[in-house]
């Protein structure tokens, strides 16, 4: 969860709430997903700033979204504890990742700064300053957090990958983007 | 004796060098792409693609890259719904 000071938001990636033109899909978000067996009585919450992914060239594919139930802050399936801080984040650095599909996963960080062309379902747009990891998250993962595994301090959320490696958005441009810190 | 404001600054310049080659393969389509581990550059590149390999081999050994190769880049896809109506939620697996 993040936090402006003023609201809570869950975040997901924002390649989520579009179509296949990469323009806003619709504002409600439902959990579990149709085809995981949800319906009209799961709408958890509504969509209130996203990641413009028409852009050819893109630094965050994120989402904040206005919860409508209770959330719980922590991360399923972790035992850390959120700090409320974005990790410093260094090639060698040990991480673990809590997603939809993977459950939770370890990995390193191989690269920062990292500049990739990646493939959306509107065509191929190049990602600036993400983070490349070991091969963390499969289809279903995107948006899912990722945490320094010695301090739980946030690194960052799945975007997507190869079959070697994940690229991760990296968290600590959400604050300058997106004006929010992690929720401790 | 070396003069370490010197070689700093010869540093920098190798790393500002090597990016703008870096810049010049990834928009050319050679590589997939590159990031850094600290100073080294780490390149991704498609596997078994001879000539990108030949192309970093040639013009980047200078600086001794990490080289990966691997397949494209791609944003997970799965399981989701978003709507504008919630009595008309989308069957469609979203993207997620």
């Known amino acids: ?184 | 004796m070396v003069n370490l404001s010197s070689f700093n600054i010869y540093r920098k310049y190798k790393a500002w060098r090597v990016s703008k080659r870096l810049d010049r393969l990834f928009k050319e389509n050679v590589i997939l792409g590159y990031g850094w581990q600290g100073a080294t550059p780490v390149i991704f590149i498609k596997t078994n693609d001879l000539k990108a390999r030949e192309v970093v081999r040639s013009q980047i050994s200078f600086i001794q890259p990490i080289v990966i190769e691997t397949d494209e880049f791609k944003a997970l896809s799965g399981f989701f719904s978003i709507s504008k109506d919630k009595d008309q939620l989308s069957q469609e697996p979203r993207h997620a």
Request: some cysteine; charged content about 20%.
């Open chain 1, 1 to 184: 969860m993040f936090t402006d000071g003023k609201q809570k938001y869950l975040g997901i990636a924002s390649h989520c709430v579009v179509g296949d033109d990469c323009r806003l899909a619709g504002n409600l978000l439902v959990q579990p997903s149709v085809a995981d067996g949800g319906g009209k009585d799961d709408v958890i919450g509504e969509v209130h700033q996203c990641t413009d992914l028409t852009q050819p060239e893109l630094t965050t594919d994120f989402c904040l979204i206005i919860p409508k139930v209770d959330v719980d802050p922590n991360i399923l399936g972790l035992e850390l504890k959120p700090t409320g801080k974005y990790a410093d984040v260094k090639p060698g650095m040990q991480v673990v990742m809590s997603g939809r599909t993977s459950g939770v996963r370890e990995g390193t960080i191989m690269a920062t700064n990292v500049m990739v062309k990646i493939e959306y379902q509107c065509g191929y747009k190049v990602f600036k300053n993400g983070i490349l990891a070991t091969a963390l998250s499969l289809e279903g993962d995107s948006g899912a957090p990722v945490i320094a595994k010695d301090t739980g301090d946030y690194v960052g959320y799945i975007v997507g990958g190869s079959s070697t490696m994940s690229l991760i958005g990296y968290g600590k441009l959400l604050e300058k983007e997106f004006k929010v810190k992690p929720v401790a």
